[in-house]
Nanobody, 126 residues
């Protein structure tokens, strides 16, 4: 099991940027593929981005391609999500998640992930 703590969310004007961080502890971070999901008010949780254990493979939801970037620093046990050109529809609580798998695949389904953080809210007012 790995413990995850997200940070970096907040209120940002449309067109602005944020960098979300997710710090991991408890198990060897490099054993895990990582993902970001989000849940907007009155909507289901949805996949945003995922990255393999090495950082060599990444995957994005079509809605965020070219706008969001996932990365990781295994030396710091941290995964990041850079959000740019933000819009009101990006308002949500953003969660990071971990799945044990030391290979170059990525996981896009929420139920494939075993460990979750508490989430960090991102608000982009209209």
């Amino acid at each position: 099991q790995v413990q995850l703590v997200e940070s970096g969310g907040g209120l940002v004007q449309a067109g602005g940027s944020l960098r979300l961080s997710c710090a991991a502890s408890g198990r060897t971070f490099s054993m895990y593929g990582m993902g970001w999901f989000r849940q907007a008010p009155r909507k289901e949780r949805e996949f945003v981005a995922a990255i393999s254990w090495s950082g060599g493979t990444s995957n994005y939801a079509d809605s965020v391609k070219g706008r969001f970037t996932i990365s990781r620093d295994n030396a710091k046990n941290t995964v990041y999500l850079q959000l740019t050109s933000l819009k009101p529809e990006h308002t949500a609580v953003y969660y990071c998640a971990a799945v044990c798998g030391r290979n170059e695949r990525t996981w896009t389904l929420w139920y494939e992930y075993a460990d979750w953080g508490q989430g960090t809210p991102v608000t982009v007012p209209s």
